[in-house]
């Protein structure tokens, strides 16, 4: 049934069905939203953790590779990692919270073996671990990046939702029943008039 209703009783009782049935919707959407701002700040708290580890691996793995290159040079560490066997076994699942799916990975270092003993420079096993190391932790910063986007996603949808509900369709549903059971009341109030001075015609006779 539509909101513009004829003023009947049967369309008051649907309006306050309805408005019971919206109200409540509104009330689970405030609590999932609710809910979305704290496990975003956790994850907000989290991604900036990660962040910083990275940036300090970053910053780590950089310094042992310029000192790789500048013993080694530049061409033999690009022929080196050509014939480097897989270091690292990465795999993505799906995970969900407050009914966000996002992806979460899982990275493994494999053990490998160390080059510098034969004709390289130490330099460069140390240079390979931090690069290591740093491409795991830019997995779980992208894992967190990603899941703290959708989940702010989601609480701004869910705010727009709500905001809906609370300043639109709540108010017109309140509207359209407050103007339904004054109408509904004239009526009443004409028909005990009515009733009242047939009742007083009667007894008065002809």
Known sequence: MPLELPPTK???LYLRRQLRFIEQGHDMLERKRELLTLVVRER????RARR????????????????AELRMGGHVLEQLAVGLEPALAVSILPRSSVGV??????????PGRPVALMWTDPSFDAARASLLDLVALLARLGEAETALRRLLLEERKTQKRVNALRYNVIPRHRRRLAEIEAVLAEEERMS?????????EAIAGP
């Open 10 to 12: 049967s369309a008051l």
């Open 44 to 47: 907000l708290k989290d991604y």
């Open 52 to 67: 910083a580890l990275a940036q300090q691996a970053l910053a780590g793995a950089y310094r042992w590779l310029g000192i």
């Open 101 to 110: 799916e996002y992806p979460t990975v899982s990275v493994d270092i494999l």
């Open 192 to 200: 005990r008039f009515l009733l009242q001075r047939f009742q007083a």
